[in-house]
Structures are given as structure tokens and as C-alpha cells.
């Protein structure tokens, strides 16, 4: 693992502290030689959630040494068409190659709802993405200090999403509420655009917001759809993930068998069992946007838009 430090320069950047991490890269704040502040990301030498058991301390604060309550690190769920999905370690040229599709990813988005990519840099050979420094919180730091959660961010988050998905990418991948920040001005800025790697048989993603391993648009449908639910009932509706049958090859005997097990998985609770004050219609919303192929983020966006225009 590269062994960063505060007072390092990195380039023309000197580290100035820690931002936080997830299961493949570390990110810190920096600023240049013109006292600008960055923020640098790099990978680690090994990634996937299921390597977390390497940290030994929950830590009230963000340091590289742990990892804080704030923080719900991806995994790389490898998909076995007989046995189902397992958790996997990516090596350090596998996090590489993520680091610089991200790269191109953000170069393409110009800082419309993704983080502007300053330059790359390289520490040992490897790549180290040299963002903007963006003012604000996480969703998942205002839902802790209950803060208050406006649904227009919901709509502005929707509306980046398809931003996205209009540059040619099929989706961002890893929507969760750590991964959204909420500007000081209120804008919406999402962080890590998962992009797809070369394996089919692959998929980097955090499976408590995206269930069925989906590596298309509904992905981030479900992940919007999820969040909602967990903003208004303060809960995730599904106690297991992923979906048992998710990834898996269907023949037709185990056709009836999934379609039942599928029916049950999508059984939760509705937010207005667990939220009386919740609007009836959000019980409809989150429904379709988990069980409704043909309901996508222009039609998530426009539930919402109507609902606020009421």
C-alpha cells in the first residue's frame, strides 16, 4: 500500500490531509504551488470490499489507518452462472486500470456533476487522478447529523445520472449516498463513476444499493429508488444482499424457482408501512424502480418533478 504522508508533494501538489477512502483507493487534499486546494485519488495495491477485515478500528474520524462510519466501501462481485455472485480482490493493475477509465470519464463530464479532473499524476509508476477540491458534505454525513435531506437533490442527482449515461457511459455503477456530495451552494456532485472493466463476468459496485449486480442504466435507477426508500423510513428494504439468483445463468427448471424467490426479494415492507407521514406515492415510485424494466431515470425524474410541482 503506497504510504502517503502530510507534507508530501506529489508533482506540484503537497498533501495537506486525508478526504477518505473506499476498498480500492485512498483520497487526500492537496493544493499546488499556487496555494489551489485538489484533491488527489490512488489506488491501492489490492481492492474489494471483502478485503476490509484489514482494518482493525472503526474511527470517529476519516484517517487512511481505519475506516469511519461515514464510509461503505465497494466490492468487486464476481459472477459465478452457477453458484451465484462471491466477493473478489482486484489487483493493483486491475485498480489502475479503473483509475484511468475514471479519468476519462471525468475528462468527458467537464465538472457537469462529476468532479473536473485537473491532470494525472503518477507515484511509483502508478496513476494518481488530480480532481477539484468540492466544499460540502456527503449525503450520507447529512443523514447522520440529520441535517435535513431536500428532495430536489433526488431530481438534480437524476439529472446528472443521465448526463452521464448521454456521454455514452451505461451507467455510473455505484450510486450510494456516500457518494453524492451536497455543495455549500446546494449543488449535486457525485463522486467514483464506476466504469466497466473487460470482464462480463465482473461487477464493481456496493450490492446494499445495487441488489441484482446490474452494470446498465437500471442499476442507477435502483440505486436512486433505494436511497429514497432509506431517506424516508430510515432503513434499506432488503436485509440480504445481493439477490441470491443474481449473475446466475436460468435454465428452465429453475425458471418457477427464481421467479418465486425474485417475488419474496421484492416483498419489502413499502415506505409508507414503516413512515405513515411518507406520501403515498413513493410507495409506487420505489416499487417500480426496482421491479419495472421499462421504468427508467427520465421517468423516476418526472415522478419526482410532479410530485414537487403539486
Not at 113 to 135: D, N, S, T
Not at 186 to 199: A, F, N
Not at 263 to 290: M, T
Given at each position: ?143 447522520r447529523s440529520l441535517e435535513g435531506v431536500k ?92 439477490f441470491r439468483y443474481a449473475g446466475c445463468a ?61
Open positions: 500500500m503506497l504510504q502517503i504522508l502530510t507534507g508530501q508533494t506529489i508533482g506540484r501538489f503537497e498533501i495537506t490531509g486525508f478526504l477518505g477512502r473506499g476498498a480500492f483507493a485512498q483520497v487526500f487534499e492537496a493544493v499546488d504551488d499556487q496555494g489551489n486546494r485538489v484533491a488527489l485519488k490512488m489506488g491501492d495495491d489490492s481492492g474489494g470490499g471483502c478485503t476490509l477485515r484489514r482494518f482493525r478500528e472503526i474511527t470517529a474520524e476519516r484517517r487512511p489507518s481505519g475506516i469511519s462510519p461515514d464510509e461503505t466501501p465497494a466490492e468487486a462481485m464476481f459472477l459465478d452462472p452457477v453458484d451465484g455472485a462471491r466477493a473478489e480482490v482486484l489487483d493493483a493493475s486491475e485498480v489502475d486500470d479503473q483509475l484511468w477509465r475514471e479519468a476519462k470519464l471525468l475528462e468527458q463530464a467537464d465538472g457537469k456533476g462529476l468532479p473536473k479532473l485537473v491532470g494525472v499524476e503518477r507515484v511509483a509508476g502508478r496513476p494518481v487522478l488530480v480532481m477539484e477540491a468540492i466544499e460540502g458534505s456527503t449525503l450520507r454525513q447529512r443523514i428532495l430536489t437533490w433526488m431530481v438534480e442527482l437524476a439529472y446528472v445520472l443521465e448526463r452521464i449515461q448521454a456521454l455514452g457511459w451505461p451507467c455510473h455503477g455505484d450510486v450510494k449516498p456516500e457518494n453524492v456530495i451536497i455543495g455549500k451552494d446546494g449543488k449535486v456532485t457525485l463522486l467514483d463513476p464506476v466504469p466497466l472493466l473487460h470482464r462480463p463476468d465482473l461487477v464493481v459496485t456496493t450490492p446494499w444499493y445495487n441488489p441484482f449486480l446490474r452494470r446498465d442504466a437500471q442499476a442507477d435507477v435502483h440505486a436512486v429508488a433505494i436511497m429514497l426508500y432509506e431517506l424516508l423510513t430510515g432503513a434499506l428494504p432488503f436485509e440480504q444482499v445481493p436460468q435454465s428452465a427448471a429453475e425458471a418457477e424457482e427464481q421467479d418465486l424467490l425474485l417475488s419474496l426479494y421484492l416483498s419489502f415492507p413499502k415506505p409508507r408501512e414503516l413512515n405513515s407521514r411518507c406520501p403515498v406515492e413513493f410507495d409506487r415510485v420505489v416499487y417500480r424502480a426496482l421491479a419495472d424494466e421499462s421504468y427508467g431515470l427520465s421517468e423516476l425524474r418526472l415522478d419526482l418533478e410532479d410530485f414537487l410541482l403539486k
